[in-house]
Nanobody, 121 residues
Framework: QVQLVESGGGLVQAGGSLRLSCSAS????????MGWYRQAPGKQRELVAA???????DYADFVKGRFTISRDNANDTVYLQMNSLKPEDTAVYYC???????????????WGQGTQVTVSS
């Protein structure tokens, strides 16, 4: 069974930092783009940052200059370094990946279970 397991969430004061990690496990041939999304109470899930297998990155405007996404392809792991956190960053953060189980299979999408990030003012 293929799954994504996240860690690193928690409670931090405004201006502080957190680092999220997400590792894929199971039978995986390849992973394409990996990303982080977040969902605050009463709001829709939104993209925070994404990274391709080649290392190209994209960020939502509201995190540019504060968050950094990185990836360890050898260990199928993606990270999100979050600095200068604001109370409005409070949300459940979800890891996402597009992967293939075997080379000839169609691309599938996988979500992690989510990790809570709470920023106090």
């Amino acid at each position: 069974q293929v799954q994504l397991v996240e860690s690193g969430g928690g409670l931090v004061q405004a201006g502080g930092s957190l680092r999220l990690s997400c590792s894929a496990s199971g039978t995986i041939f390849s992973i394409n783009t990996m990303g982080w999304y977040r969902q605050a109470p009463g709001k829709q899930r939104e993209l925070v940052a994404a990274i391709t297998s080649g290392g190209s990155t994209d960020y939502a405007d509201f995190v540019k200059g504060r968050f950094t996404i990185s990836r360890d392809n050898a260990n199928d792991t993606v990270y999100l370094q979050m600095n200068s956190l604001k109370p409005e960053d409070t949300a459940v953060y979800y890891c996402n990946a597009g992967y293939k189980r075997v080379w000839y299979a169609a691309l599938r999408e996988l979500w992690g279970q989510g990790t809570q990030v709470t920023v106090s003012s």
